[in-house]
């Protein structure tokens, strides 16, 4: 007959007394019930105030009959289920919650009402941000997600790789796009854009050592790999921090998560040299000119404060950007005939597209023209990561099967935070 001895652990002192402390505790009967008024009152006082604000307001597009069309939709999902099956009706219904709770969280008239004053008051007198904005030093303000990408876990731990849900690994999709690009005749240089702490930890925080660029540690062993693959890149931190030691000046906006005019005119003049020295053109050159056109905005971060007052506490910036022109005098105009693709994100736009209130005519692809004295083919997404633009490229071809047919080069320029972060999955170009 088999026998087993049980061992007992003992419990150590502390948690035997917590254990015996959270045993013995005892909530009247009125306590428990005005707890559970409270609690109740709060979660009804959300959607109680705003029926109230839909019906002072008929011409607004009123969050309960979204709940309502919510409901119906979930209603219909048995038909769905015998036709889509079961996970492919969880994942429809699981984001049509998830879109219902971000809209309500973002229109709510409390939200509206109360979040803006709380939110200076955290600001103006305890010193605190938000969930995405971070407060730096003398005004300077940071992007969550940039913090978590060089202070977090290393992007290409195997455990890191292995916990996430998405397509973690860059360099699969990389060496695709490399292949597909090889194929047609074209060659592919990563660009991968540093964010803010990385060149500017001492405006955060006063012991950051100002004279080294910080990066996540799976960084070098990223770009070691590009290498031993044979994926050309510039990684622009090295010229980027030898400019800031030598003039003093910032690279990044101070309330905005993108470089300057002049850290960007610096990156886009290194990657005219690398295209020179990668590719014989065929074309001949055409004359490009720079105007200087100053502009003044506000950052993005400032916005995701979401402050009321908050021009008093960060007040605009003022930039000057070189608008790209042609011989002629007209504005700059993406060419998909032309020699060179950046593909892009926000870093490339910040100075091309007004819609995010830096100016227009002045970005990466318009300065990779003056600098190289050519034309620039641009496709590049202000929202969606790396992985955006790459669909976007996928579509122009869909579109245009010629769209790369001059094309010798490609720059697939990318925020290195979406190493850490972003959906690296494969996207075939057809």
Do not use: C
Request: glycine share 6%; proline share 7%; no cysteine.
């Amino acid at each position: 007959m088999n026998t087993r001895t049980v061992v007992e652990t003992p419990i150590p002192e502390r948690e035997a007394q917590a254990l015996r402390e959270v045993g013995t505790t005892r909530i009247g009967p009125w306590t428990a019930i005005l707890l559970s008024f409270a609690v109740l009152g709060t979660i009804s006082a959300v959607p109680l105030f705003q029926a109230l604000a839909d019906l002072r307001n008929p011409a607004a597009d009123r969050l309960a009959p979204r709940l309502v069309r919510l409901a119906s939709d979930a209603a219909g999902t048995v038909t769905l289920l015998r036709t889509s099956g079961f996970l492919a009706v969880n994942r429809g219904l699981q984001d049509a919650v998830d879109s219902f709770e971000t809209r309500v969280e973002e229109e709510s008239i409390l939200r509206d009402r109360i979040l803006p004053p709380a939110q200076r008051v955290l600001t103006d007198f305890l010193g605190v941000g938000n969930e995405q904005a971070y407060l730096g030093r003398e005004g300077w303000l940071f992007y969550r997600e940039d913090f978590e990408h060089v202070a977090g876990r290393a992007f290409l731990d195997v455990e890191a790789l292995e916990d996430s849900e998405r397509s973690a690994d860059p360099l699969p999709a990389i060496r695709e796009l490399q292949a597909e690009l090889a194929r047609r005749g074209a060659a592919l240089v990563i660009l991968p854009t540093p964010v803010k702490p990385t060149l500017h930890p001492e405006r955060f925080a006063a012991r950051a050592n100002p004279r080294a660029a910080l990066h996540n540690r799976s960084y070098p062993e990223f770009l070691d790999r590009l290498r031993s693959s044979g994926v050309e890149f510039l990684d622009p931190s090295a010229p980027l921090l030898e400019a800031k030691l030598r003039s003093g000046e910032p690279l990044f906006l101070r309330s905005d998560t993108h470089w300057t005019p002049e850290a960007m005119d610096l990156v886009a003049r290194a990657l005219a040299d690398r295209a020179n020295h990668l590719v014989a053109w065929n074309r001949p050159r055409r004359e490009f000119r720079r105007r200087e056109t100053p502009v003044v905005g506000s950052g993005d971060i400032t916005a995701m404060l979401k402050m009321s007052h908050i021009e008093r506490r960060f007040p605009s910036e003022r930039v000057v950007t070189s608008r790209v022109v042609g011989s002629d005098g007209r504005s700059w105009r993406s060419s998909p005939d032309a020699e060179l693709l950046v593909l892009g994100d926000s870093f490339t736009n910040v100075y091309s597209d007004p819609g995010l209130g830096w100016g227009a005519g002045a970005g990466l692809a318009e300065q990779l023209s003056f600098h190289l004295q050519r034309p620039v083919d641009r496709v590049a997404v202000n929202a969606g990561g790396a992985l955006s633009s790459r669909q976007a490229l996928a579509r122009a071809l869909e579109g245009d099967p010629a769209r790369l047919g001059a094309t010798r080069i490609v720059v697939y320029q990318f925020a290195a935070r979406e190493l850490s972060t972003g959906d690296w999955q494969v996207v075939p170009l057809p």
